[in-house]
């Protein structure tokens, strides 16, 4: 063995000492609680929400329950706040407080804009025929 393998051999031997320190750290609750609610963070998936230590329905930060319109849609879905998501008249699978309010096409607005430049140049004919 040559100098330089045995340098691998040893730094190889450091990281294996370091990462069985680590573990043991681990099992021994010395690790990191960085939301301060008991479980380390490496033991959770939310290790910044005191409330959960697995994300859930709602995800970290999120609570997975509440329903403050009282429409039995949780908050963190509710697509109307303070209105009814239960109710779909026209049976599209949208609720109607979150449907979109109809708009006018671009064809709708050119035709528009037609209809009101044909009224106009009528209009003018006329009042110019008149005056002659």
Known sequence: ?????????????????????????LALGQQLD????GF???CEDCDTD?????????GCGT???GDADGDTVLDFVDLCEGLDDTIDADDKGVPDCAERIPTVSVWGLVV??????TAGKVLFSRRA????
């Open 1 to 25: 063995m040559g100098p330089i393998h045995m340098i691998f051999v040893f730094i190889g031997a450091l990281f294996r000492r370091q990462a069985a320190l680590a573990a043991e750290n």
């Open 34 to 37: 960085a939301d301060g609610d």
């Open 112 to 117: 528009l804009a037609l209809l009101f430049l």
């Open 40 to 42: 380390g963070d490496a």
């Open 129 to 132: 025929a008149a005056k002659s």
């Open 50 to 58: 005191a409330d959960k230590t697995r994300p859930g329905k709602c």
């Open 63 to 65: 609570p997975d329950e």
